[in-house]
């Protein structure tokens, strides 16, 4: 290996170091409350549905996530021109339309809501606790905006 | 068929969904995430999708009977 190669590997090396070193501190400080979440959402899931103990662990894990999204809340950066939001107020009338429809309509089978779609895909505990910890994702992520 | 119909009907509102947050981050419409941050603004608009999303959690996970 020439000398002039030897020069130009150093500092890439060294960058390197420090960027796997800098993911690896990142990971460590994520791995484990990811760990302890998706724990938590494999209990909490297991629990019985309809009762007490279900809805706190729910209720509870949800605001103590949108309790940790809002300290950590971003600065208002957006232009607040309303008018670039319409189409997704429109779009969302549009579902809530469809959705209403089946909701007022019978038999489930035949006119499914999203409920019930969505209860025929969380058929397994995993899928269960899987959804659970995104839904707890999201409303720290919610709470921060 | 009216189990099709309602679910196309579900199909073209995530189809349209999926279109205009392409759309939006070309820059011709606000993104979901920034019209959430818009809304989001007031604070009673605020503390009602967050009590609404809390609602939509105790639902999905509580409120249904696995079998």
Redesign the interface.
Known sequence: MHDHERVGDGPVDLGATATRGAAGRLSARWAAPALAACGYGWWAVGLAPFSLAASLAVVLAGGAAAVLGSRARRRATLPADRRRIVPWLVLIAAGGAVQLAAYLQHPRVDHPTLSSLTNALLDSHAARAAAFVAWLVATAELARR | M??TF??L??AV?AA??VG?EIAARRGA??T??????????RRPIRVL??AG??W???????????G
Request: aromatic residues 18%; positive net charge; hydrophobic residues 65%.
């Open positions: 009216t189990r309602t679910l009907g579900y509102v349209a969904a205009l419409w606000a979901f995430g920034d019209a959430v941050s818009v809304a989001a603004r999708l967050i999303w809390l939509l959690g105790w639902h999905i996970f509580v409120r249904v009977d696995w």
